[in-house]
């Protein structure tokens, strides 16, 4: 009955914005139905789209949670697409360096390579936050720049790939490439190991005495501080797990998906992380379901690109409002 | 030699006025304590927008003012959620800079079609100021320089006047460090937050629109590169104040454009490592000036009349 009572607040939300969304397409001349139509069932009308679907899911979970767990202690952690691509940099680096290891040795090396380098993109702003306390929305931000930069130089320099037009590495060794749960079409093992990563975030946060010390820190930083919970430490330890889980989703997208690194790899995730983490009101409970839902609107939203020439930013509206009346709800819940 | 002097201060010039504009926005918001994080979205919706109507209406000007409107828009939206709803104001900016970007994007889409060849709109001519601009050196680099270059330079010394020389303006500034006490002397905080913010957010969106109507002629999709960040960093540089806002703005500029410059004329270094240094010399500004900078008292936070304490 709680879960009912509880959720009852986000389901009006989702039905609102669908239904405000609506009429926005309506009037723009088109078919309102048809278009709902491709963009919630695409994903499980075929198993291609319910697999694209899962594809998407993997990243938009690792960056919300990139996005959550820093919140978690109260802290802005903007620089997932930075981390992500420094991760992707990372697990490069090591399926390139090391192509000639058998798996066993190879993927989780890659993966550590990933998990490494995200965590240390995610390391600098947090140092800079504990030594000299620059606001870290700031410099998560400019880490974004600096590391779309660096894989634009990365996938340039020495490892670049001369056959392809768009700057790209060579591919890693094949000991590299996660298994694939799916061969056709193709769905790699990372799903596991995220939804595992999301389960571990959860009972962290929720269950163990260190994540206590993060919720705590970011409720009240001040009264935290008294029962002796070092709150900058834990800002630090935030945005490092942060990065480090978005580092994760660079090295899926490297070992997983593309098996080399990609000049632009990094999509819109960043900001699908943020409005999955946003909806989510930064509950690391809830941001599978919400990242699996925002998978299914985006891939269905491509779907109605190519099928009706409605513009994929059309579902962003809808994602938008959504955003906008679970905030107003929590408004309405006060009063 | 000499003429490569001028042009790069010129273009130094020209390329200061989104970082003053969007750092002025910035500032005025503040000074009441409503932390702006918007900027990067509303640039682009004050881009995507000045573009359009420009393209449609062929008349800049009126481009102009749909742009500031655009960013009055969100301003009020900012101002809403933070001084009415009391809501968290990095959540509702984040939720605003998604919002931004996404409109950005899809306005054109919507109104031009899906197109690969964007069209253009004329870019702004320079208006050099008679008589001043035959100063020597001085001339071609400050009095010839297109109108909103003026522009910016003249509202930063106008908001310099009306927040340090004015009673309202010290009242304004009252609220951002410590509202109660604003409150107790009969000032209307709300209000003064909701102007604040509004007017900045015209600004802000006045700095996005100077992005195609000056440099490229068209919208193209994140074309303020970060510009919306690096303006928050240059508030913190500038302290907060109008002026040093201004001359900040300067600094951030020659950084970027020499950037730009000595890529163009290539150098040892890889072209990658020199479109990072704009960030990272930010970011390393920041180190250097953060724990001295002069920030207003309440930024960042809601003040709640009816709560007994702050």
Redesign the interface.
């Given at each position: 009955m709680t879960i009912v009572k509880k959720s009852l607040p986000y389901l009006l939300a989702v039905v609102a914005s669908f239904v405000a969304a609506g009429i926005f397409i309506a009037l723009m001349g088109f078919d309102v139905f048809k278009a709902y139509q491709t963009i919630l069932f695409t994903s499980f009308r075929t198993p291609n789209g319910f697999i694209q679907t899962l594809l998407k899911f993997v990243p938009l979970l690792l960056l919300a949670l990139a996005f959550t767990i820093p919140l978690t202690a109260g802290k802005f952690n903007i620089g997932g697409e930075g981390q992500m691509m420094a991760g992707g940099i990372g697990a490069a680096a090591m399926g390139i360096m090391f192509a000639d290891l058998p798996a066993i040795l190879l993927i989780p090396l890659v993966i550590l390579g990933g998990v490494i380098a995200g965590a240390l993109w995610g390391l600098v702003p947090a140092w800079l936050l504990y030594k000299f306390n620059i606001n870290e929305i700031l410099t998560t931000v400019l880490f974004n720049f600096i590391a779309f930069f660096l894989i634009d130089y990365v996938c340039t320099g020495p490892w670049r790939d001369p056959a392809a037009g768009h700057p790209t590495t060579v591919l890693i060794g094949r000991g590299g490439w996660l298994p694939m749960l799916i061969n056709n079409p193709p769905l790699h093992s990372g799903i596991i190991l995220a939804v595992l990563v999301a389960i571990g975030v959860y009972i962290y946060t929720s269950r163990t005495t260190g994540g206590y010390e993060l919720v705590a820190t970011g409720a009240n930083p001040r009264a935290a501080g008294v029962f002796g919970i070092k709150t900058r430490r834990m800002f630090v330890l935030s945005l490092v797990l942060g990065g480090a889980v978005a580092g994760l989703a660079g090295a899926f997208e490297v070992a997983g998906n593309q098996h080399r690194l990609i000049e632009g790899m990094q999509s819109n995730f960043l900001q699908l992380g943020l409005i999955i983490g946003l909806i989510s009101r930064g509950n690391n409970g809830a941001v599978p379901f919400v990242a699996f839902m925002i998978a299914v609107l985006e891939v269905g939203a491509s779907a109605m690109q190519r099928t009706m020439m409605i513009p994929v930013e059309m579902v962003f509206i809808v994602e938008a409002l959504i955003l906008l009346f679970v905030l107003l709800s929590d408004v309405v819940r006060r009063k | 030699m000499d003429t490569t002097i001028i042009d790069f201060l010129r273009l130094v010039l020209l390329s200061m006025v989104p970082f003053v504009l969007a750092g002025q926005g910035t500032m005025l918001g503040g000074r009441t304590g409503v932390f702006n994080?918007a900027q990067?979205g509303m640039m682009l919706v004050g881009a995507s927008v000045g573009f359009l109507v420009s393209f449609y209406s062929g008349s800049i000007f009126l481009g102009v003012i749909v742009a500031m409107l655009s960013g009055a828009l969100f301003g009020l939206a900012l101002a809403y959620?933070t001084t009415s709803?009391k809501?968290n104001q990095?959540?509702?900016g984040?939720?605003l800079?998604?919002?931004g970007?996404?409109v950005s994007?899809?306005l054109p889409?919507?109104i031009l079609g899906?197109t690969l060849t964007p069209p253009l709109i004329p870019t702004l001519k320079s208006i050099p100021i008679p008589l001043l601009s035959q100063i020597p050196f001085i001339g071609p680099i400050l009095f010839k320089q297109n109108i909103l270059v003026y522009v910016s330079i003249l509202v930063s010394i106008g908001l310099w006047y009306f927040l340090f020389r004015t009673q309202k303006g010290l009242e304004l500034r009252s609220v951002g460090e410590y509202p109660m006490t604003a409150d107790s002397l009969g000032i209307n905080t709300t209000k003064m937050r909701y102007w604040s913010t509004i007017i900045g957010g015209m600004l802000i969106g006045l700095a996005g629109a100077y992005l195609p109507m000056v440099y490229a002629g068209t919208f193209t999709e994140g074309m303020t590169?970060?510009r919306g960040?690096?303006a928050?960093?240059l508030t913190?540089f500038g302290g907060w104040s109008p002026l040093p806002i201004l001359y900040g703005s300067l600094f951030f500029s020659a950084i970027e454009v020499l950037a730009f410059r000595v890529q163009v004329i290539g150098s040892f270094l890889?072209y990658?490592?020199l479109?990072?240094f704009p960030?990272?010399a930010?970011?390393l500004v920041?180190?250097l000036t953060?724990?001295r900078a002069r920030v207003p008292g309440f930024l960042g936070n809601n003040y709640d009349r009816e709560k007994r304490s702050l």
């Open positions: - | 994080v990067e959620f709803l809501m990095f959540v509702i984040l939720a800079f998604f919002i970007l996404g994007t899809l889409k919507l899906i590169m970060g960040w690096l928050i960093a913190f890889p990658q490592i479109q990072m960030y990272v930010t970011i920041m180190i953060f724990k």
